[in-house]
């Protein structure tokens, strides 16, 4: 089955300074992945996503993500945190198995950039 | 574009009654929408998957008649809490992915969410 993890319940960063936050997943076949943010009881906001091509994926509000595929990871970056990053970021796969687009979340990671 | 939207955005109402969730595709048609249960600093757990004019398919441990799904049209998906108790409080999020040309592989678009708390 298609999973994914995310080791860390919260990063904490401060403002200026870069910031990752990670995930590893666990695929049959080609992985596709994505990232999404979450804001205080809003819907998640999509970021970025890997399908094909590029290792280092550009995606929205300055963050960009490395897959690696030797470390079955792919981890979401960002040079220079902003306090408005804080929210709640989840990792997802896009499960294959299924005739549907249907997607599998990690258990998110909490980011907090202080001033 | 792209834009989903969710009514309403939060609603209180006593155990045992039905609540209905809207949810729509403002842009687009949605040939697939997703309904997800988000509890208290939790990940998203996917409740269901709606198709357009069809049964909608439930994950394992879903009730299908406690959480009733209706897809009639390419921009419009329902969830019906039917007979609500306080254990289904939650935040209620969906979502619809936009078809491209046959190409199977968009993300989806994520609503605001519905907050529902059952008293």
């Known amino acids: 089955a298609q999973s994914v993890a995310q080791p860390e319940d919260q990063v904490n960063v401060a403002e200026g300074n870069p910031l990752t936050v990670k995930c590893t997943y666990s695929v049959s076949g080609n992985p596709y992945l994505f990232w999404y943010v979450q804001y205080p009881n809003r819907g998640l906001q999509f970021l970025l996503k890997y399908i094909t091509g590029d290792n280092l994926v550009k995606g929205s509000y300055g963050f960009e993500a490395e897959f690696n595929k030797s470390q079955t990871s792919f981890h979401l970056k960002k040079p220079s945190a902003l306090v408005s990053d804080s929210a709640l970021y989840f990792c997802?796969?896009?499960?294959?198995?299924?005739?549907?687009?249907?997607?599998?979340f990690g258990t998110g990671t909490r980011l907090l950039v202080s001033p | 574009g792209a834009v989903v939207s969710q009514h309403p955005s939060r609603v209180i109402c006593k155990s045992g009654t039905s609540v209905k969730i809207e949810c729509r595709s403002l842009?687009?048609?949605?040939?697939?929408m997703f309904w997800y249960r988000q509890f208290p600093k939790q990940s998203l757990m996917l409740m269901a998957t709606s198709n357009e004019g069809s049964k909608a398919t439930y994950e394992q441990g879903v009730e299908k008649d406690k959480f009733l799904i209706n897809h009639a049209s390419l921009t419009l998906s329902t969830l019906t809490v039917t007979s609500a108790h306080p254990e289904d409080s939650s935040f209620y999020i969906c979502?619809?992915?936009?078809?491209?040309?046959?190409?199977?592989?968009?993300?989806?678009?994520f609503g605001p969410g519905t907050r529902l708390t059952v008293l």
């Open positions: 842009d687009f048609q949605a040939t697939t």
């Open positions: 979502s619809a992915t936009l078809q491209r040309q046959g190409l199977f592989l968009d993300e989806q678009f």
């Open positions: 997802a796969v896009r499960d294959l198995n299924t005739g549907f687009q249907k997607l599998v």
